[in-house]
């Protein structure tokens, strides 16, 4: 923990190299102006491209977002009696909340990207508690969707609704005529994009270049998804040269998104602050260890310990420790804090008393930490999910991290601290996986469910083998992630 602000580094670092505006006022949301204090300087910078763009969707949404008149004029094309369809100023893309708290956070920031992408305005359905979690990410404006919005509808979407753009070009209520353009007399004044894992070969469409040429036309896209869908975007060919002039490096497209959009609310920075401050700033290494079960019981289970042991003695995160010699530590020894995260209290236990019992060979003063143990998803629950940010935001302040595999938790984490996580590899059949670790290739978020679709050629194919900066997952073989 530095002082507020008295770092040299802290003060350039003031607002990211740039990534985040100017103009807020500081006490509504002290995590933006304080995280220099907490985070070290990332040592990847935005391009100057992205700033420039960030700040041309920021003046955007000041445009056009809530309580602007050319808002008020999009909106009245949901209502019934709307006249007929005029070009609209003014497009945007609803954000409607959706699944846990990590997925939440990779969806929004896909559909940021998306927005930025197609220069649409994004909002945000506040669900149960956006706006208990997260600061308003653009100055002058609100992110948030008006509770007034007419289309009231959009929280019962799923894969069957007659709305979704799937099962509009499957119903033919809309053709696709090749080269743009809806075969309907005039185009649809929203659409619902049905983007979750469970989505139809027909949602999938969304990912062809044609398609989007059809969207364009569309004032109002409403996106529902559980994904980071990123990886796919990069595979649209309209999109492309954007995206390389955004991201030089391709694999920072989380690190400086997620930076730039997810800021914690006052009440969850004291959650971390606290927490850091208490049992973290001090030590001289910090490890974050993320324990996520896939499993109906909450546990712990033996295999997934001795395969954390595994993985934290084999890349030499934990030392061993001895059963016979006596170790003696002086306060002066180099002290290692493990945050660890997990939904049941039992891992902490015995870690912890494993390194009471007996010493470290490496002398090290080894301590475990373990902010809250909430034993089940408890998606919706307020403190709940302010529980499960702030220990996702303490994991991306660590210095060396291990994570869960299929966990958007954990990619939540790994990509805010600019962190290449040691991945835990997901078990079968309950036994420890042979190796139980292994690195990540880059701190991108995967997307757990992308198209394998050729829409040139219109037939499948690997999309994970089509250009070398999108590939297939170390956690899951059929997913894709950027490195
Ligand atoms: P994923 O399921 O691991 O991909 O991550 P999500 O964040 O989308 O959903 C898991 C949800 O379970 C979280 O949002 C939390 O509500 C809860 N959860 C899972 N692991 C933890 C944990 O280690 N700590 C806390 N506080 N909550 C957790």
């Not at 492309?240 to 989380?254: I, M, S």
């Not at 019981?297 to 934290?312: K, M, N, R, T, Y």
């Not at 529980?387 to 291990?402: I, P, Q």
Request: glycine share 6%; net charge neutral.
């Amino acid at each position: 923990f530095l002082e507020p602000h008295k770092s040299p580094e802290a003060k350039e670092n003031k607002y990211l190299g740039g990534l985040l505006a100017s103009g807020f006022e500081e006490q509504s949301c002290l995590s933006r102006q304080q995280f220099t204090s907490y985070r070290k300087p990332s040592s990847h910078s935005p391009s100057a491209y992205l700033l420039q763009r960030l700040r041309k969707y920021e003046q955007l949404h000041q445009k056009c977002g809530p309580n602007s008149d050319l808002y008020d004029r999009t909106v009245d094309q949901l209502k019934p009696d709307h006249v007929s369809f005029v070009t609209a100023e003014c497009r945007y893309v609803v954000w409607i909340s959706y699944s846990g708290l990590g997925n939440r956070m990779l969806s929004l920031t896909s559909a940021f990207l998306y927005a930025l992408l197609t220069n649409r305005v994004l909002l945000v359905d506040r669900g149960a508690d956006m706006t208990d979690l997260f600061c308003e990410p653009f100055p002058g404006t609100s992110w948030l969707l008006p509770l007034d919005f007419p289309l009231s509808q959009f929280k019962n979407f799923d894969i069957n609704s007659p709305e979704s753009y799937g099962n509009m070009l499957k119903n033919k209520v809309i053709t696709n005529t090749a080269g743009g353009g809806a075969s309907r007399s005039s185009p649809p004044s929203f659409v619902y994009l049905h983007l979750g894992h469970d989505y139809s070969d027909y949602d999938k469409l969304f990912f062809c270049e044609d398609d989007q040429n059809l969207l364009e036309t569309i004032p109002w896209l409403m996106l529902r998804s559980d994904n980071y869908f990123v990886p796919s975007l990069f595979l649209i060919p309209t999109y492309q040269d954007e995206l390389h002039q955004l991201f030089p490096k391709k694999d920072t497209v989380f690190h400086h998104l997620g930076r730039y959009l997810l800021h914690p609310t006052n009440p969850v920075w004291g959650l971390i602050t606290r927490y850091y401050q208490s049992y973290l700033s001090k030590a001289d290494e910090r490890v974050g260890i993320q324990i996520r079960v896939f499993e109906t019981e909450s546990g712990p289970f033996q295999h997934v310990l001795d395969q954390v042991i595994g993985c934290a003695h084999k890349q030499k995160i934990l030392p061993e420790v001895s059963q016979q010699k006596a170790i003696i530590t002086t306060p002066h020894n180099r002290s290692k804090a493990i945050l660890l995260t997990s939904l049941s209290s039992g891992y902490l236990e015995i870690l912890r008393n494993m390194f009471w019992v007996h010493p470290a060979t490496s002398g090290e003063i080894i301590s475990f930490h373990q902010p809250s143990h909430e034993e089940h998803q408890q998606t919706g629950k307020q403190m709940h999910n302010m529980k499960a940010w702030a220990e996702m935001y303490l994991l991306s302040l660590t210095d060396v991290l291990v994570t869960s595999a299929w966990s958007t938790f954990g990619y939540v984490a790994q990509g805010l601290g600019g962190l290449k996580p040691w991945i835990l590899v997901k078990s079968e059949n309950r036994t420890v996986p042979e190796p139980p670790c292994l690195p990540a290739m880059s701190m991108e978020p995967c997307f757990h469910a992308p198209p394998f679709y050729d829409c040139k050629a219109k037939r499948g194919t690997d999309t994970g083998e089509l250009v070398p900066h999108v590939r297939h997952c170390e956690d899951i073989s059929w997913g894709l992630k950027l490195v």
